[in-house]
Structures are given as C-alpha cells and as structure tokens.
C-alpha cells in the first residue's frame, strides 16, 4: 500500500459513506415522501382546527365557561336561601309543636271554664224554674185556698141561711136586720 492508496482510502471511504448516506436519505426520502401527504393533511387540519377554536370554539366557551359560572353562582345562592327557608321551616316546626301542645292546654283550659259557665247557668236556670215553680204553686195554692174559703164561706152562708131562715121568725129576722144597719152607721 502506497501512500496515494492511503490517501485514496479516505476518499474512498468517504464515498462509500456518502453513498450509505445518500442510500440511508433515499430510504427515509421514500418513507418521507410516503408520510408527506399525510403530513401535509394533518397540518392543514391542525391549523383549520386551531383557527376554527380561536374563531369560534373559544368564545363559545369562554361564553359557556362564564354562563356556568354565573348558573353555579345562581344554583349556590338558591341553595343558600332553600337552606334557609329549610333552617326556618324547621324551627317553626319545632314552634309548631310547642304551639300546638299552648293550645291543647288553653283549649282544655276554655273547655273546662265553658263548661263550668254551662253547669253555673244551668244550676241558675234550674234554680230560677224551682223558684217559678214554688211561686206558681204559691199562687195556684193560694187560689185554690181562697177558692175553698169561698166555696166554705158560701156553702156556710148558705147552710146559716137555710138553717136560720128554718129557725128564725119573722120578728127576729127585722131585729137582725136593724142591728146590722145601725152597726154600718
């Protein structure tokens, strides 16, 4: 080996390996040229997706993001307020039992004081009828008293008559008669 085939060797080798390079490229340039298309596609795609999401994805969005954001705001607010509502409800219902057991016991307080008022006015009433009663058979009583004195007094009379007018005389009966007017004079 000379000195030139030395310094041909590098050369040489150099080509070899700039072939194996150019080979190398070649294989992947098909396989690039292969995936180029596809590449090309998906770049197109990808910059139409990217400005279809800046345009209009975006601010629908953003849009949404905000809407839901003030529909949660609202929704925790009403939550708030039916927490509320239920705290209150809640403490009336407790109220509400011990309102009902006041006035279970001022109803039966009332129903009590009614009817000791009833059994007072009735006692009244009754009293009020016995004492009529008694007047009225007082009275009745006492009419029926006068009325037999009468019937006595009359049927006396009468007997007396009949019995004096049978025993006395014609003299005795003017003398009778002349006491008794100057008795009224």
């Not at 407790?94 to 059994?119: M, Q, V, Y």
């Amino acid at each position: 080996m000379t000195k030139n085939d030395k310094a041909a060797l590098p050369g040489r080798r150099r080509a070899r390996l700039s072939l194996r390079y150019l080979a190398a490229l070649a294989a992947v340039w098909g396989s690039i040229g292969a995936l180029f298309w596809p590449a090309v596609n998906f770049t197109i795609y990808a910059v139409l997706l990217r400005y279809g999401y800046r345009k209009v994805a975006r601010p629908l969005l953003r849009d949404r993001s905000v809407q839901l954001k003030q529909d949660i705001g609202a929704a925790a607010g009403l939550l708030r307020e039916a927490e509320a509502d239920l705290e209150g409800l809640n403490q009336r219902l407790e109220l509400i039992s011990s309102e009902k057991e006041a006035l279970r016991l001022r109803l039966r307080t009332d129903g009590e004081n009614i009817a000791a008022s009833l059994i007072t006015e009735a006692e009244r009433a009754a009293k009020r009828k016995r004492e009529d009663t008694e007047r009225r058979i007082r009275s009745e009583f006492g009419k029926v008293t006068a009325e037999i004195q009468r019937e006595v007094v009359h049927t006396a009379t009468a007997s007396a008559r009949s019995r004096l007018s049978r025993e006395l005389s014609q003299d005795d009966d003017k003398r009778l008669r002349q006491e008794a007017v100057r008795s009224l004079l």
